[in-house]
């Protein structure tokens, strides 16, 4: 349901307006993707400028691509960054570029140690590529920019894993607002969807914008609905163990897990909080799990500001594992996503989960659901904590959001269409054409 400032509206059906592009979208979920012959398994080398394994976005997209690739029965080897946890997935190695002492640690978006390592990983590419015969090239975000021309040099089919548009990048990071690099990136861009064999987006939007632009190339929309558990063992429940860790009272619990990036919104977050607060409720605690340790300083230090500091805990890195407990400890869950186009991961988590959503009325979220199976709300904290309050003063109908939004998780965003899908565009790359 959506919340502003105005009325409560009533709760609906699940009904969902069809679009042009979702008609589209159904015709291609519903057409039979034909598996690859089980005889033919293929050695794909896969190139991810990130720093492979760590909890945050496009990582979990690429453990998970490697996963069902696995699970197929294709060959993996993995380039990345030297920094990173090594996974254990079966028919895959990774490699990674040589120590560099003085990075430590690769913050989210572009930045200029980023092109140093991708330098290398560029190196890297060429190396594997004159040592090893390969059916197929697979590159991640930026990777694409040497991954076209290598593919062309050595004779291999292009895959694009396209998870977000680069330039918007640029502009959503602040990285540049300098014109002609803009028109430089969205250049390159162009240059290599025009010349991959095939492309991945993971959002509708990206979708729409690749369809649009470039109707004649292959491409298919693969959002990232896998459950983590598929590769990382559940801990026991450790609910109570996580409550005594990190001192969290027996409150209506308002969860939100991922990174504390600025576009995340966790700024809304802590005003929506305030205005809670102020209004004298005192029944409700905030639990913000991930960000990196100057981020949790940060914020910590945004709390104290607000005088909300003893009624929101930030425990920084969880291990993924231990994040289904913290969920059942959960009254809702909230995504107050504030810019971009590419919807959060934890989206799809959260649709299974049972647990009430509050997200913000922001195409990341309604590009995947809409009110009948969340409550969205505006972007301002008024009408944040407003939705918040709603969830936790109606209980039952929130908990028929929650049915409702298990129900969209398992009929349209399953994995066995993930896998489907994945089979369909590594033999279309294969197989096809330029």
């Given at each position: 349901m959506g919340l502003n400032n105005q009325a409560t509206k009533p709760i609906s059906r699940l009904v969902f307006p069809i679009t042009d592009f979702q008609r589209k979208r159904k015709r291609m979920m519903d057409q039979q993707f034909s598996i690859p012959d089980v005889n033919k398994r293929l050695s794909i080398l896969m190139v991810a400028p990130q720093p492979f394994f760590s909890?945050?976005?496009?990582?979990?997209?690429?453990?998970?691509?490697?996963?069902?690739?696995s699970l197929l029965g294709h060959s993996v080897d993995l380039l990345t960054?030297?920094?990173?946890?090594?996974?254990d997935i079966e028919n895959l190695k990774i490699y990674r570029i040589g120590k560099i002492p003085f990075v430590k640690k690769i913050k989210i978006g572009p930045s200029k140690t980023k092109l140093l390592l991708d330098f290398y990983l560029y190196l890297l590419t060429r190396k594997m590529l004159k040592q090893k015969q390969y059916d197929l090239l697979h590159t991640h975000e930026e990777a694409c920019f040497w991954g076209v021309?290598?593919?062309k040099k050595y004779g291999l089919p292009h895959l694009y894993d396209m998870h977000s548009s680069l330039p918007q990048q640029l502009k959503n990071f602040k990285y540049t607002q300098l014109g002609f690099l803009l028109r430089l990136f969205n250049k390159l861009e162009q240059h290599t969807i025009h010349n991959s064999r095939a492309v991945i987006t993971i959002c509708p939007e990206l979708q729409r914008y690749v369809e649009s632009g470039?109707?004649?190339?292959?491409?298919?929309?693969?959002?990232?609905?896998?459950?983590?558990?598929?590769?990382?063992?559940?801990?026991r429940d450790i609910a109570a163990e996580l409550r005594q860790r990190y001192n969290i009272p027996f409150r209506h619990l308002v969860l939100y897990y991922g990174t504390l990036e600025p576009y995340q919104g966790i700024d809304l977050l802590l005003q929506s909080l305030s205005v809670m607060q102020k209004k004298g409720r005192d029944d409700v605690h905030f639990l913000l799990v991930g960000g990196s340790r100057e981020q949790v300083n940060n914020y910590r230090q945004k709390a104290k500001s607000l005088n909300i500091d003893h009624k929101i805990t930030f425990t920084g890195f969880m291990a993924p594992e231990s994040i289904p407990s913290v969920v059942d400890m959960a009254d809702l869950l909230v995504s107050p996503r504030l810019s971009g186009t590419n919807s959060p991961l934890k989206i799809y988590s959260y649709l299974r989960s049972?647990?009430?959503?509050?997200a913000t009325n922001h195409i990341t979220h309604t590009q995947i659901f809409d009110?009948?199976?969340?409550v969205l709300s505006d972007i301002e904290p008024?009408?944040?904590?407003?939705?918040?309050?709603?969830v936790l003063d109606h209980p039952e109908k929130a908990n028929q959001l929650a049915q409702r939004a298990k129900?969209?998780?398992r009929e349209r965003y399953g994995y066995e269409d993930y896998l489907q899908k994945l089979n369909w565009i590594v033999e279309q790359s294969v197989m096809g054409k330029n």
């Open positions: 909890p945050r976005g496009t990582p979990f997209s690429v453990l998970h691509r490697i996963k069902a690739l960054y030297h920094i990173g946890q090594n996974i021309p290598l593919a470039f109707p004649d190339k292959t491409s298919v929309l693969i959002e990232n609905v896998a459950d983590n558990r598929l590769v990382f063992k559940s801990s049972e647990k009430p959503i509050v009110e009948t199976v969340a008024i009408s944040f904590a407003r939705a918040i309050e709603w129900t969209l998780a």
